[in-house]
């Protein structure tokens, strides 16, 4: 990914490889053959590997932060607390909102799964920018779809399963994941898809109407899907469920795909979201 002054970032290639997890030597020879070593390398977790929650931000300085929310967070973990690595990401609130008003992303994961993914990119070489999650990736592409003063809720139907966002001015605000995955609805038959869709379209009603709820001062006006197979065909499924306008994101609205044309197919645009939404990582 690249970014040209005053034009849409740029996708300059994309590759689908298959690789054995934790196969350092594999990693190793692709790397060499890819010329990666040239590249700010980031990678992201699989929604098994961690845990992200919302919390009240605790009543301590900066520098103290990550050992509260580590005591505060321990009882939510479903792993230990004690040897998990941390990180938290502050959820902006309007102004009048007060100190009391702040609350926090936390992100956790075992200390091993982190050293894990850190040891295979040592192991190959590679020096590693960032190990990011899916959800942040989301956030990156939503923001490309923002519009002044509104609010992006975007739903994302993949392999891991669906993935819900809201962000506003840069940031995320909630996030929700739904136990149905493309596979699913791909295989299913007629009946058994829509008992999938229905939950998909319950599930997106209960958390658009907890997210006005919980942040009044963000105005959601449409909901974008994201590119996958069949993606029309979901898209008018859902919208009997919905009282705002659903919208299928064109990733080519806002990605210059050119040097990369695999991805004019919303299919693969789909099985490379996640990845497209984690080059596009400039900061936090």
Not at 126 to 135: C, F, R, S, Y
Not at 143 to 161: K, S, T, W
Not at 184 to 189: E, G, I, N, V, W
Request: aromatic fraction near 8%; charged fraction near 25%; proline fraction near 6%.
């Amino acid at each position: 990914m690249v970014y040209p002054p005053g034009a849409r970032p740029k996708v300059v290639r994309a590759d689908l490889l298959e690789q054995p997890d934790g196969d350092v030597a594999g990693l190793a020879a692709l790397a060499k053959r890819q010329g990666w070593s040239r590249y700010r390398c980031t990678t992201v977790l699989n929604p098994g590997d961690y845990q992200l929650l919302q919390a009240p931000a605790p009543d301590v300085d900066e520098a103290e932060i990550k050992q509260a929310v580590r005591w505060q967070m321990g009882d939510a973990l479903e792993f230990p607390a004690d040897s998990a690595t941390f990180d938290v990401l502050t959820i902006p609130q309007p102004g009048n909102a007060g100190a009391r008003g702040r609350s926090l992303w936390v992100a956790a994961a075992p200390n091993a799964v982190v050293q894990r993914v850190m040891n295979t990119f040592d192991g190959a070489g590679l020096e590693l920018a960032a190990i990011d999650l899916p959800e942040m990736a989301h956030r990156n592409l939503a923001n490309l779809f923002a519009e002044p003063g509104r609010g992006v809720a975007m739903l994302h139907v993949g392999e891991e399963g669906a993935l819900l966002t809201f962000t506003y001015d840069g940031e995320l605000y909630g996030a929700r994941r739904i136990d149905v995955s493309d596979a699913q609805l791909r295989d299913a038959d007629a009946d058994r898809r829509a008992s999938l869709v229905e939950r998909i379209g319950l599930e997106l009603q209960r958390s658009l109407d907890n997210f006005e709820r919980l942040y009044t001062f963000v105005g959601i006006t449409r909901l974008l899907l994201a590119p996958c197979a069949g993606a029309e065909t979901l898209a008018d499924e859902l919208r009997s469920f919905l009282y705002i306008p659903l919208e299928l994101a064109d990733l080519t609205r806002v990605l210059d795909l050119d040097a990369a044309p695999a991805l004019a197919d919303p299919t693969q645009q789909g099985r490379y979201f996640v990845t497209l939404g984690a080059a596009l990582r400039t900061g936090a």
